[in-house]
């Protein structure tokens, strides 16, 4: 798998080049936000490995021109240990949060669960295009709803639905066993890939979010105590 590895600082970016290495990686290594850029716009990659702390561009504006620019997963890996910061980067598109100093075996753990979703070096997307889970080509139709997983398209009662990232997997992952309740512990992990228990308002704010989008509230149950389903409709 080729990694891009976004890190200024020369001891710590030559260690994880190394580490990497030695575990079967390609690197590549940015020095800043817009050499990352450039390499993104030129090259595919199976995961981002962005620290935070830029010379030129603060982290969290870099994750969000990444995430216009490709469907890569991207790994923040940063000295910012915040809830706030935590956040901030998981609802600007981060597929995953690791904080400094870390684990060399968490770290490559969290690399191989990020790329399972997309498979390796995928190449870039249109812009603002994310991936889609597994890379399925599947089409779920189910009630008012038709999920498109492969193009990450969502039809309500025939009208087109444009959601975020997040709002897409959200859904998908409830789609794809309608009726089912999914502990809220699952979602998390599943979405967001982490099992930090700061992301429980994090989600609790997308869902929001996503039956707004869909007009039909309903359709995204809450399951007091437990967590969420999509409840269909009585046929």
Partial sequence: MRVLLVEDDEHVGAALVAVLGRHGFEVVRARSGEEALGVLRDRSFGVVLLDLGLP????????????????TPVIMVTARADVRSRI??????????????????????????VSRRTGPDEAPAAAGEPPAPGGSGSVLSLGPITVELATRRVEVDGRHVALTRKEFDLLALLAQRPGVVFRREQIISDVWR????GTGR???????SLRAKLRRPELVETVRGVGY????PAA
């Avoid at 980067?89 to 669960?113: F, Q, S, W």
């Avoid at 389903?229 to 269909?232: H, I, K, T, V």
């Fill in 202 to 208: 994090t989600l609790e704010v997308h869902v929001a």
């Fill in 88 to 113: 901030h980067g998981l609802n600007l598109g981060a597929d995953d949060y690791i904080v400094k100093p870390y684990d060399t075996g968490e770290l490559l753990a969290r690399i191989h669960a």
């Fill in 56 to 71: 030129d561009l603060d982290g969290f504006e870099v994750c969000g021109r990444i995430r216009r620019l490709t469907r």
């Fill in 194 to 197: 982490t099992s930090w228990e």
């Fill in 229 to 232: 389903r999509l409840a269909l």
